[in-house]
């Protein structure tokens, strides 16, 4: 499609049968070779306590990930503010930026465990299909993992005894003050991080709803990330949010909008869907607060889901319906519709498959395609 960058977003996940190890040496490999098929970028995501997601650090994996290429941009999909401080955040990515200047984006989320949650005055959201095809399922409900014990144990690593979060629009604008060289404390103290202050960063928001995370992005004038493969029923909403409250910056004078698909592409459709069979009962885990499971091979998969009740399946029925699973004509198709019904200006890309060998294919395949629709 004439104009659209596809990025990848990887949370480096470890496959059945394979390692942490292995899989961060595989992601590494997976950027230089998405760097040769021209991919615009290469995030990497921020997951804990998921046996198989080994994507735990944005920062160090950058840091590696920027040594083995050279002209992709690089960043996070995203660093998880909610257990982090704006100092920390803006000095790492300065660490990275002193050597590799000009290739950074930095992208911003909420906070890790934390549920997508609507817009307080949002609207009824869409449902169903789109007038040029895209499927917008129900909105799943997270209700079942408040308070649950997981969620809770993550949250409790993650932060400092007693520590309270900073309120998610004013953390913002403090990376961004600290990034500027502008800081003031509320006593009118000057803080300037080196390396940090000067950083030449892309600054992105990510968010899976209307409400704040769009909000912010739309109100400091930054590039907003929308994520259908995370929650597809709100993804409309999040994409008018944040064009709703966009004001233009010295970074950007219109909204700039990426938004991302879970895709697997192979040479024909029902090699795809074969590939593809592990993502119900990965999904599965992750929504059960088990945990991402190592990707499951075809087999396992059956095995796990012949077991299932209809409330496991429908546990996991927005996601998969909303997988982007085919040859690449196929899947091409589906993303054309994504583009066209966000209005997004590029796709940010994210797969997982049993294999290092088939993942790096069906980058390949895509981009082949893609090229050839330009």
């Given at each position: 499609?004439?104009?659209?960058?596809?990025?990848?977003?990887?949370?480096?996940?470890?496959?059945?049968?394979?390692?942490?190890?292995?899989?961060?040496?595989?992601?590494?490999?997976?950027?230089?070779?998405?760097?040769?098929?021209?991919?615009?970028?290469?995030?990497?995501?921020?997951?804990?306590?998921?046996?198989?997601?080994?994507?735990?650090?944005p920062a160090v994996l950058l840091a590696l990930t920027a040594s083995a290429t050279s002209t992709i941009r690089i960043g996070s999909g995203a660093v998880q503010l909610g257990h982090r401080t704006a100092l920390s955040t803006v000095e790492e990515f300065g660490l990275?930026?002193?050597?590799?200047?000009?290739?950074?984006?930095?992208?911003?989320?909420?906070?890790?465990?934390?549920?997508?949650?609507?817009?307080?005055?949002?609207?009824?959201?869409?449902?169903?299909?789109?007038?040029?095809?895209?499927?917008?399922?129900?909105?799943?409900?997270?209700?079942?993992?408040?308070?649950?014990?997981?969620?809770?144990?993550?949250?409790?690593?993650?932060?400092?005894?007693?520590?309270?979060?900073?309120?998610?629009?004013?953390?913002?604008?403090?990376?961004?003050?600290?990034?500027?060289?502008?800081?003031?404390?509320?006593?009118?103290?000057?803080?300037?991080?080196?390396?940090?202050?000067?950083?030449?960063?892309?600054?992105?928001?990510?968010?899976?709803?209307?409400?704040?995370?769009?909000?912010?992005?739309?109100?400091?004038?930054?590039?907003?990330?929308?994520?259908?493969?995370?929650?597809?029923?709100?993804?409309?909403?999040?994409?008018?949010?944040?064009?709703?409250?966009?004001?233009?910056?010295?970074?950007?004078?219109?909204?700039y909008l990426t938004v991302s698909a879970d895709v697997v592409v192979a040479e024909d459709d029902a090699t795809a869907r074969e590939l593809a069979a592990g993502y119900a009962p990965w999904v599965h885990s992750i929504r059960t607060a088990e945990g991402a499971i190592?990707?499951?091979?075809?087999?396992?998969?059956?095995?796990?889901?012949?077991?299932?009740?209809?409330?496991?399946?429908?546990?996991?029925?927005?996601?998969?319906?909303?997988?982007?699973?085919?040859?690449?004509?196929?899947?091409?198709?589906?993303?054309?519709?994504?583009?066209?019904?966000?209005?997004?200006?590029?796709?940010?890309?994210?797969?997982?498959?049993?294999?290092?060998?088939?993942?790096?294919?069906?980058?390949?395949?895509?981009?082949?395609?893609?090229?050839?629709?330009?």
């Amino acid at each position: 499609m004439s104009g659209i960058p596809l990025g990848v977003l990887d949370l480096v996940p470890v496959t059945s049968g394979s390692t942490a190890a292995e899989a961060l040496r595989q992601s590494i490999e997976l950027a230089r070779q998405t760097e040769r098929f021209g991919y615009a970028r290469y995030w990497f995501a921020e997951h804990h306590l998921n046996p198989g997601v080994a994507g735990t650090s944005p920062a160090v994996l950058l840091a590696l990930t920027a040594s083995a290429t050279s002209t992709i941009r690089i960043g996070s999909g995203a660093v998880q503010l909610g257990h982090r401080t704006a100092l920390s955040t803006v000095e790492e990515f300065g660490l990275i930026d002193a050597l590799h200047p000009g290739r950074l984006d930095l992208g911003l989320g909420r906070s890790a465990g934390r549920p997508p949650q609507p817009a307080p005055d949002a609207a009824p959201p869409f449902e169903g299909w789109t007038p040029n095809g895209l499927r917008i399922p129900a909105r799943f409900s997270f209700a079942h993992l408040l308070g649950h014990p997981r969620v809770a144990l993550q949250q409790r690593l993650l932060n400092l005894p007693g520590a309270r979060p900073q309120d998610y629009a004013e953390q913002v604008a403090d990376v961004l003050a600290l990034l500027r060289g502008d800081y003031r404390s509320p006593e009118g103290l000057e803080a300037h991080p080196v390396p940090g202050e000067g950083a030449d960063l892309q600054v992105w928001i990510l968010g899976s709803s209307g409400g704040v995370s769009a909000e912010t992005a739309g109100r400091e004038g930054l590039r907003f990330a929308a994520n259908y493969h995370v929650s597809p029923a709100s993804v409309l909403e999040a994409a008018e949010g944040y064009r709703a409250a966009f004001k233009p910056s010295a970074a950007l004078d219109r909204p700039y909008l990426t938004v991302s698909a879970d895709v697997v592409v192979a040479e024909d459709d029902a090699t795809a869907r074969e590939l593809a069979a592990g993502y119900a009962p990965w999904v599965h885990s992750i929504r059960t607060a088990e945990g991402a499971i190592p990707y499951p091979t075809p087999q396992e998969a059956r095995a796990l889901t012949d077991r299932w009740t209809p409330a496991d399946h429908a546990l996991v029925e927005d996601r998969v319906e909303t997988q982007f699973v085919g040859s690449p004509k196929t899947v091409a198709d589906h993303l054309e519709r994504l583009q066209e019904a966000t209005g997004a200006d590029e796709l940010l890309i994210t797969t997982i498959t049993p294999t290092p060998a088939t993942r790096i294919n069906s980058y390949r395949l895509l981009a082949r395609e893609w090229a050839r629709r330009s």
